[in-house]
């Protein structure tokens, strides 16, 4: 009896869900583990694996929303910065005495008017994104070191440190909530009319202005809600340490863009998951650990970086390329 073959037609969306970048990226994920673990069985070790991922959940965070303004057809420069300042606050109305509610929800609340203010400057001016996000990473990061000094905030709280707890003693926070955050943004992303209004107006501007969509709102929209999960990422970074410095984080809106960029959203805009964006985030952050397990400076971190973001990009505009050569 001959074998049963599926359809050439069954087969290629089949091939679709294998070949695309987060199953790429989850097996880039697991092989990189295996063969580092080969070469150092102590990487595969339950602390280490634990600190990648809780190190690191809220970079994946904050790439939920870097995801969402890129989509829209923007980038934000300012996420680093913004999350410094915001971890800063957080941790000094701990530090004062005030109601721990409060040093939790203040960075989400800065965060949202903040980049809603971004967005609407973007919007309704017309200043390219990347020009008015520029200005307001000098804004905070210079602002920051005038008002702190650069100084650290200590002697915070033990109920202030949120990334302490874990659900049912075996679950972190933090993990639970970078795992929620990705899938809930995802469902909105793939089937609420708001998220495929981001896609229609990072796709097409004039054609989603002409269907109904208004791209203004929905770029301050997309700036909100990326201010949001910015706010969320800094309450991660401002309770997983006993300590906060009143700086910015060195070099980490490099690693949120790349992990969108990297996660298969298309820095042209239009094209993209959050999925992918956590799953390239875990991704580096066990590609910075590996460097150290296998002796090479974690100082190439940085290279790669460039490297995957220059790869990825390439690939997307020959995708988009053969895509319009296909069309016509």
């Keep these: 009896m001959s074998s049963i073959a599926l359809p050439a037609r069954a087969r290629a969306p089949l091939f679709r869900r294998f070949a695309s970048q987060e199953a790429m990226l989850a097996v880039a994920v697991i092989g990189l583990a295996v063969v580092v673990g080969f070469d150092n069985p102590r990487f595969l070790s339950a602390n280490n694996l634990s600190d990648i991922l809780l190190g690191n959940a809220y970079v994946a965070v904050a790439a939920i929303g870097m995801s969402m303004v890129i989509v829209s057809g923007n980038i934000d420069i300012s996420v680093g910065a913004l999350i410094g300042v915001l971890a800063t606050v957080s941790g000094s109305l701990a530090v004062a005495g005030y109601p721990i509610a409060l040093a939790w929800g203040a960075p989400l609340v800065l965060g949202i008017a903040v980049m809603a203010l971004q967005g609407a400057i973007v919007a309704f001016l017309g200043i390219p994104a990347i020009v008015v996000t520029l200005g307001m990473l000098s804004i905070l990061k210079g602002g920051l070191i005038s008002v702190t000094g650069g100084r650290w905030i200590t002697d915070l709280p033990d109920s202030f440190h949120l990334a302490d707890i874990e659900l049912f003693g075996v679950l972190p926070m933090p993990v639970l909530i970078m795992v929620v955050a990705t899938l809930l943004a995802a469902a909105w992303m793939a089937f609420w009319p708001g998220g495929r209004a981001i896609y229609a107006t990072g796709g097409n501007r004039e054609a989603a202005r002409l269907s109904g969509v208004s791209p203004r709102r929905v770029i301050v929209g997309v700036f909100a809600i990326h201010g949001f999960f910015t706010g969320v990422a800094a309450l991660m970074f401002a309770t997983e340490l006993r300590v906060i410095q009143s700086t910015a984080p060195p070099n980490l ?76």
Excluded: C, K, M
Excluded at 277 to 283: F, I, K, M, Y
Excluded at 294 to 306: K, L
């Design 253 to 328: 809106e490099l690693t949120v863009i790349t992990a969108s960029v990297v996660g298969g959203v298309s820095i042209l805009g239009g094209v993209g998951t959050v999925i992918g964006s956590t799953l390239a985030a875990v991704l580096i952050a066990e590609i910075t650990s590996a460097l150290v397990f296998i002796n090479v400076s974690p100082y190439w971190t940085h290279a790669v970086q460039g490297a995957l973001i220059l790869a990825t990009v390439i690939a997307d505009i020959l995708r988009r390329r053969r895509r319009l050569r296909g069309a016509a």
